[in-house]
């Protein structure tokens, strides 16, 4: 049984820390007191987060600390040089939470050999290197690592298919440094949420036929029924990391979709392909939009997602 691990005082790297799930994350974090050091490419995303964050740590007594780098994940150099921003600002390091991510949402046809490769660079392998950077502190401080994965982890969903492979290793790696860390006192907790309410969609990568694709994907992701309140999912996520917990389904139908498949795979797959079927066809050619430049009347009229994207710096 591991004992819970507070957080208040603990120094706290958090990749893709400027928006979306990860500044939900950033917030909840913050809430225990822990001193934040957040990780994105995009620096003037950072200044709106860091200033955001900063503004909440003042009802907060001591107020906790924030700092910022600008940096990409798939660039081992930059990874380690925010660990010794963490090292220089707090004198320790306790939590690497990797939250980065990239997704394209569109046909296999349409799905290069490339974007694989993109997706395991961002999804699988920076949380290896960014862990492994990082590991000789937090061996020395019987730290914990934090690696955000996902449903489609778990379960393979059409047209997710380099997202999905990506997800699918993250937890495997998640499942391998929790095994071999264990007896260096430190922790590994995977968490796999399903769909959730952060305005993200605007900056996946679309596939295949566009407005069609991104409309589908930007109105799963924002349906209260099935999709997760991003804040109520840090809340969750944290709660695993204190725990100590090894792996968490994030969200009801994540938990569900995932039970449907570990009892029945053969009908699992079925059903997945039947969905397959009904899902938008390939394009006419393999060019990738981000989703904000595929929009339609339909979802520039869904006002849940302009508020989690005003909410979360996805805008």
Do not use: W
């Not at 937890?171 to 860390?181: C, D, K, M, P, T």
């Not at 036929?209 to 840090?234: G, M, V, W």
């Not at 449907?260 to 795979?265: D, K, M, N, Y």
Request: net charge positive; proline share 6%; charged share 20%.
């Amino acid at each position: 049984m591991i004992p819970p691990y507070p957080l208040a005082g603990k120094s706290v790297l958090i990749t893709g820390g400027s928006r979306g799930l990860g500044l939900a994350l950033a917030r909840e974090l913050l809430r225990y007191g822990a001193n934040l050091t957040l990780l994105a490419r995009d620096e003037a995303e950072l200044r709106r987060a860091e200033a955001d964050l900063k503004a909440r740590a003042l009802g907060i007594s001591p107020p906790p600390q924030i700092q910022i780098v600008a940096g990409d994940v798939t660039v081992k150099a930059d990874l380690e040089r925010a660990v010794e921003a963490a090292i220089s600002a707090y004198g320790r390091l306790d939590v690497v939470a990797n939250v980065a991510g990239i997704i394209q949402s569109g046909p296999l046809d349409n799905v290069t050999d490339e974007e694989f490769t993109q997706s395991m660079a961002v999804n699988a392998f920076a949380p290896l290197h960014l862990t492994r950077a990082a590991l000789p502190y937090l061996r020395a401080s019987g730290g914990r690592v934090l690696i955000v994965a996902s449903l489609a982890g778990k379960v393979a969903v059409p047209h997710l298919s380099s997202y999905s492979v990506s997800k699918f290793a993250a937890v495997g790696l998640g499942q391998s440094l929790r095994a071999e860390l264990a007896q260096d006192g430190v922790s590994v907790t995977t968490v796999c949420p399903g769909l959730m309410r952060t305005g993200s969609p605007r900056h996946a990568q679309i596939k295949g036929q566009h407005r069609r694709e991104y409309a589908l994907f930007a109105t799963l992701d924002n349906l209260p029924l099935i999709s997760l309140d991003a804040d109520k999912a840090a809340q969750r996520i944290v709660q695993a990391l204190i725990r100590g917990e090894a792996e968490v389904m994030i969200g009801g139908p994540a938990r569900l979709l995932n039970l449907f498949q570990s009892l029945a795979p053969q009908l699992s797959a079925d059903v997945l392909s039947l969905l397959n079927r009904l899902l938008p066809g390939p394009g006419s050619s393999d060019a990738a939009l981000p989703g904000r430049d595929a929009e339609s009347r339909l979802t520039r009229a869904n006002l849940v997602k302009r508020a989690a994207e005003q909410s979360l710096n996805e805008s």
